[in-house]
């Protein structure tokens, strides 16, 4: 259906209009409409009684001589007019609700582009819904959605509150819609969240080697310099614990984070990656295991609460680590 070919009806010039300031293709517009007078012409007849079978035909058109639509059943070659009695009022509203919605879709898709060059960022959302499957999010001046397997477990976050998110990926949906997916639960967020307080981690100055986190926990964070003077534990922790304290604000209450110095002499890094615990021993690293002793005293602080100081630190450097009391140092 061509809109040159019709005459400047107010509907057709409202559609022009519409398509020219908005930047969206007439035809789409058309289309769109014919499959909702479609849909609305179905509803119209089971509120009327009438069953319309799945397998019959139809297709909408609008009347160049007066800018009305039909409705029309499709048997073969041939066509029957089947527009009920006041169909047009219906049509009228149908026709505006799927033009509103062509619009917000495609501001949408605007905006899903913009935010399409941000990926692997953190961006400010306000909470709007929750959920036992998803998160809903204002992003800018559209949605975002934050799954259930991307939160941090046992973390409320109150409706209207405004927080960060990891802009994860842009997904398509089954019908062609694209998702904003966010997570609060991904190691990089935690990167960007250094990268956003710490300079020297931004600059690229001091870098983040590795990271073990059980999200909503504990936070394990490897860190090194590539510029002689740069203490980079240093400076993720800041003066007075300044930066650390401002990554910590952004994280559930509960969450503990230990930044430690990488080393690549793998004994030194099992002693910081167990950080809190001092006076720790390696006393033996083999195959994919590291055998490691700590004063009585440190033994507690060595495993963690259910084990998970020393689960981490596994996880950083990459062997299960077996810890024993040192009876020497006692």
Same mark, same amino acid.
């Given at each position: 259906m061509d809109l040159k070919k019709l005459p400047k009806t107010e509907f057709a010039a409202a559609v022009a209009q519409i398509? +020219?300031?908005?930047?969206?293709?007439?035809? !789409?517009?058309?289309?769109?409409?014919?499959? +909702?007078?479609?849909?609305?012409?179905?509803?119209?007849?089971?509120?009327?009684? /009438?069953?319309?079978?799945?397998?019959?035909?139809?297709?909408?058109?609008?009347? #160049?001589e007066s800018g009305s639509f039909k409705v029309y059943k499709i048997d073969g070659d041939k066509k029957q007019d089947v527009t009920p009695p006041g169909f047009g009022r219906i049509a009228a509203q149908?026709?505006?609700? /799927?033009?509103?919605?062509?619009?917000?879709?495609?501001?949408?898709?605007?905006?899903?582009?913009?935010?399409a060059k941000k990926i692997g960022t953190l961006i400010s959302c306000i909470v709007l819904k929750n959920?036992?499957?998803?998160?809903? /999010?204002?992003?800018?001046?559209?949605?975002?959605?934050?799954?259930?397997?991307?939160?941090?477990?046992?973390?409320?976050?109150?409706?209207?509150?405004?927080?960060l998110f990891l802009l994860k990926e842009i997904i398509k949906d089954d019908i062609g819609h694209s998702e904003i997916i966010l997570s609060r639960r991904?190691?990089?967020?935690?990167k960007e969240l250094f990268s956003r307080e710490v300079?020297?981690?931004a600059n690229g100055s001091v870098v983040i080697e590795k990271i073990a986190r059980t999200p909503g926990e504990r936070t394990k964070i490897a860190v090194s310099s590539n510029q #002689?003077?740069?203490?980079?534990?240093?400076?993720?922790?800041?003066? %007075?614990?300044?930066?650390?304290?401002?990554?910590?604000?952004?994280?559930?209450?509960?969450e503990k984070v230990d930044v430690v110095a990488h080393s690549q002499n793998l004994s030194q890094f099992i002693i910081q990656a167990l950080s809190p615990a001092q006076s @720790? %021993?390696? @006393?033996?690293? %083999?195959?994919?295991?590291?055998?490691?002793?700590? #004063?009585? !005293?440190?033994?507690?602080?060595?495993?963690?609460?259910?084990?998970?100081?020393?689960?981490?630190?596994?996880?950083?450097?990459?062997l299960e680590i077996k810890i024993s009391p040192d009876q020497s140092a006692e």
């Open positions: 398509a +020219g300031e908005r930047n969206i293709d007439v035809q !789409s517009i058309l289309d769109s409409i014919e499959m +909702g007078l479609i849909s609305a012409y179905k509803r119209d007849q089971k509120e009327h009684g /009438v069953i319309v079978p799945d397998e019959d035909q139809f297709t909408a058109e609008l009347a #160049p149908t026709a505006k609700q /799927v033009i509103d919605q062509r619009i917000h879709e495609v501001e949408k898709e605007t905006v899903v582009a913009e935010f959920d036992p499957y998803k998160m809903v /999010v204002g992003v800018g001046k559209t949605e975002g959605i934050c799954p259930k397997d991307e939160q941090i477990r046992n973390e409320i976050i109150p409706l209207g509150t405004k927080k991904d190691n990089n967020f935690i300079p020297e981690v #002689p003077g740069i203490d980079p534990v240093g400076s993720c922790i800041g003066q %007075k614990g300044s930066r650390i304290q401002a990554i910590l604000g952004e994280l559930p209450m509960e @720790v %021993k390696v @006393v033996e690293v %083999k195959n994919n295991y590291a055998n490691v002793t700590v #004063p009585e !005293s440190q033994l507690a602080l060595a495993i963690g609460g259910g084990g998970e100081n020393v689960r981490l630190a596994g996880q950083l450097v990459g």
